[in-house]
């Protein structure tokens, strides 16, 4: 009976050791690699250099998208009862430096000639391992680093495409099409305006009036399986593109441009005093 009693006890042993070996391989308690992918649309449909795409904004106008690109920073995954753990993006020397990441989905090819052939579409880097139910994010490039020459700034800041001047600093989001209607292009410039010291645009800024650094915040986002998906269709929704409402050739950020109103209220902007009713362009795919 003694020797049947020791041998359920080792038994008993052995089956915790290995659960408590499992428990330790499905929590581990330090950093862990992450990837959060991306997904640039069209109206729920994937984006593609020399795509058209039907029914946009409120003349149902067909563009055919030339650019999609925008920096984030400050990304956090977040855990159901509302904690932010920080991601440590990795510095690749290509896409992310310093916290800073450039997401890419033209590839240089027919319409988007104006973009480069490398793609990125994910943030990757480390987190403190933990139950996460959400992101967040903010679409832009800090303040410390916007205002700084661009001729000698390192990846993924050195691209010009991107660049404005040194007072205005950098696009922080090109999002660019033509259309029949306007051949010529209508874009989509998100990045800070009234800077001073203004006046001369070889000046770096020490101040923005107007930071347009929206935070993108999803819930129910499941880093490992779902997709961040940022769609241009919806970005457009309140516009008409089949014509210029402003100066500018479509939204450029700057104040008093009509074309801006819709476009930065999807952004999730306050523009010209009106409050933005949220961002409703960028959600869980």
Not at 7 to 20: D, E, Q, R, Y
Not at 31 to 39: G, L, N, Q, S, Y
Not at 168 to 173: N, R, V, W
Not at 257 to 280: I, K, P
């Amino acid at each position: 009976m003694l020797h049947m009693l020791k041998k359920t006890m080792t038994l008993g042993l052995a089956v915790a050791a290995v659960a408590a070996c499992d428990d330790d391989m499905m929590e581990p308690d330090g950093p862990i690699d992450v990837t959060i992918a991306f997904a640039a649309l069209v109206d729920g449909s994937d984006f593609a250099c020399g795509q058209s795409y039907a029914g946009i904004g409120t003349a149902s106008t067909e563009i055919t998208p030339i650019d999609f690109r925008f920096y984030v920073h400050d990304v956090y995954l977040t855990t159901s009862g509302g904690d932010m753990v920080a991601v440590e993006l990795e510095d690749d020397g290509v896409w992310q430096r310093d916290g800073l990441a450039l997401l890419d989905f033209e590839n240089g090819s027919g319409p988007c000639v104006n973009g480069t052939a490398g793609m990125n579409t994910s943030l990757r880097g480390t987190v403190e391992a933990g139950d996460y139910t959400g992101v967040r994010f903010v679409l832009g490039v800090p303040a410390d680093m916007n205002h700084i020459d661009h001729t000698t700034a390192a990846a993924p800041q050195d691209i010009t495409g991107l660049f404005w001047n040194w007072n205005a600093g950098y696009k922080f989001a090109r999002i660019d099409h033509t259309s029949a209607d306007q051949p010529n292009g209508w874009n989509v410039h998100l990045g800070s305006t009234g800077c001073s010291p203004s006046g001369d645009p070889t000046v770096p800024a020490t101040s923005c009036a107007n930071a347009h650094r929206p935070e993108i915040v999803l819930t129910s986002f499941d880093w490992e399986t779902d997709e961040v998906g940022a769609d241009l269709a919806l970005l457009l929704e309140g516009s008409d593109v089949s014509q210029q409402g402003g100066g500018a050739s479509g939204c450029m950020s700057f104040p008093g441009d009509a074309d801006c109103a819709a476009v930065m209220n999807r952004f999730g902007l306050d523009y010209e005093g009106a409050t933005s009713t949220g961002q409703s362009w960028i959600a869980v795919r």
